[in-house]
């Protein structure tokens, strides 16, 4: 199902999305179609090396059949795979069940086909054959081994193209280097200036702090002072 192989349910959804891709721009569809022919070759590689050839295990350990717990689950899994695909088939709308429960979800933003039935047939043709291709070729490596594995399976390829340590060194160096640059402007600049307005509260209150003695006396005298001061800048108006 997997590896896009009709009637299985796989089939229909890869099918389908490669149907709307080629009707959006054949670029996407090409990519699609490239993912889709990688997709069966590494799920037929993954039955092959599991279940075929000799075993890889070491002696001390002794393999046995799974439970009922673990074998129900994958037969409930295999059966949706053999026939759910049948709940979404093109050729009628009278089984789009999950479409029409996911519907009010989506606020009816269907996408619209616009490609014929020839066509929709012809790219069909193409995913199948490249659902082919990938198998045949897994088929041809690790069962029949007609070609090393060593010439598919690139030691680039084996370590996920590097993105992983690309993404540790980058986290590890300029990555690093430029949070660390982030975390010092929040905690000077953005916190600072947060700071600097508590801090200019609090020594205006320390300011203040001094003529709010709660001396009667003190205040009489700033009261007298105040008066002083009125009644020179009176008589100094008046002066002049």
Not at 53 to 69: F, K, M, Q, V
């Amino acid at each position: 199902a997997i590896a896009g192989v009709p009637p299985f349910a796989g089939f229909w959804s890869k099918d389908e999305i490669l149907a709307y891709a080629w009707d959006a721009s054949p670029a996407l569809w090409l990519v699609g179609i490239v993912t889709a022919v990688l997709t069966a070759f590494y799920m037929s590689r993954l039955v092959f090396m599991t279940f075929y050839g000799e075993a890889r295990h070491s002696s001390d350990i002794h393999p046995h059949e799974p439970s009922r717990l673990m074998t129900a689950p994958l037969v409930v899994l295999a059966a949706a795979a053999v026939v759910a695909g049948g709940l979404n088939l093109p050729f009628t709308k009278d089984l789009h069940f999950m479409g029409a429960w996911l519907e009010p979800s989506l606020f009816g933003n269907e996408a619209h086909l616009s490609l014929g039935g020839g066509a929709q047939w012809l790219l069909a043709l193409v995913s199948m054959a490249g659902a082919a291709i990938g198998i045949a070729g897994a088929v041809a490596v690790y069962l029949q081994h007609r070609l090393p594995a060593s010439r598919v399976e690139l030691p680039a390829a084996a370590r996920a193209f590097y993105v992983d340590e690309a993404w540790t060194r980058f986290v590890g160096g300029p990555g690093r280097r430029a949070f660390e640059g982030v975390a010092a402007f929040d905690a000077n600049v953005v916190d600072g200036a947060v700071d600097g307005v508590g801090r200019s509260v609090r020594a205006g209150g320390a300011v203040l702090r001094r003529v709010q003695s709660g001396f009667v006396r003190s205040y009489a005298l700033l009261t007298a002072a105040g008066a002083v001061a009125l009644l020179v800048w009176f008589l100094v108006r008046t002066s002049f």
